[in-house]
């Protein structure tokens, strides 16, 4: 079902000149214990990103997954992107998450970051149809003209394409901007704000009971400490100063 939007999103990366970094020993593909499900992932570095994670999990029928998150350097204060795309075949259901996760809610950070998404969003209004979240916040690391459809196989065939294109275009835009802004924030702030996003996200992800199920819980315990929330679990001592 992702697989057009996983190849385009890594072109996009490897057009940027992205460089593939190592992924400790294990993770970076697993079948399931019963055979049904294979996940696979891939960690980027480029340009004003020290972190481009990639990961996509095929169960057939029942899970699809693509899902990804772009950390820029703490020298940059542009927001975090987020993509959580899953496709449910036997019911022919589709969660699409999309969007620029920002470090703050302030107006002055919203207004500097958030033109080109704000557009985005109006032009996709059958993608933006959720706003109720069960296990995150809406209003802490998500922002107001977020992506967030959950919805059937017409706009998974139909919108989330074009919509994802334009959305990874828009992403590219705010970054290339965001070397000519000045920015509001240090980069030990920005630091700061992007682990607190990883414990976070951490605590709430849904994903945990799925990749314990299908590949057993001390692989799903791995996973999530050193591939997807890693700085979750750094020395974050400082982060109390
Ligand atoms: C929801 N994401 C979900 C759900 C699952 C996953 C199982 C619940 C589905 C539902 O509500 O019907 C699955 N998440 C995964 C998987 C991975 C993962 C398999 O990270 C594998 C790596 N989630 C993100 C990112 C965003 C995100 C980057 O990882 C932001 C764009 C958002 N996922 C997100 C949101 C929901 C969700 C907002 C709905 C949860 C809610 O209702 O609170």
């Not at 997954?65 to 542009?78: K, M």
């Not at 809610?105 to 149809?129: A, I, M, V, W």
């Not at 059937?152 to 334009?166: I, M, R, T, Y």
């Amino acid at each position: 079902m992702f697989d057009p939007l996983l190849n385009k999103l890594h072109k996009s990366i490897q057009l940027r000149g992205g460089k593939p970094l190592p992924i400790p020993d294990g993770l970076s593909e697993r079948l399931s214990l019963k055979g049904n499900g294979l996940i696979r992932s891939w960690l980027w570095q480029t340009r004003g990103f020290r972190r481009w994670r990639v990961t996509r999990l095929d169960a057939g029928e029942n899970l699809q997954v693509l899902n990804s998150v772009a950390y820029p350097d703490y020298s940059l204060e542009q927001p975090i992107m987020g993509i959580d795309l899953l496709w449910f075949g036997r019911t022919k259901k589709l969660v699409a998450i999309l969007d620029f996760q920002p470090l703050l809610q302030t107006d002055s950070y919203l207004d500097r970051h958030f033109q080109g998404l704000k557009q985005l969003n109006s032009r996709f209004p059958e993608l933006c149809g959720s706003r109720k979240m069960r296990s995150f916040d809406p209003n802490k690391y998500f922002s107001p003209w977020l992506l967030f459809c959950r919805g059937g196989l017409s706009e998974a065939k139909h919108s989330l394409p074009d919509a994802f294109n334009q959305f990874l275009d828009c992403y590219w835009k705010l970054h290339d901007h965001s070397y000519s802004l000045s920015s509001e924030l240090s980069a030990m702030e920005i630091k700061k704000l992007q682990i607190s996003y990883d414990i976070y996200s951490s605590e709430r992800d849904p994903a945990h009971g799925i990749f314990s199920s299908y590949f057993g819980k001390d692989w799903a315990d791995r996973f999530m400490k050193e591939f997807l929330f890693p700085a979750r679990f750094d020395d974050t001592s400082f982060l109390e100063e």
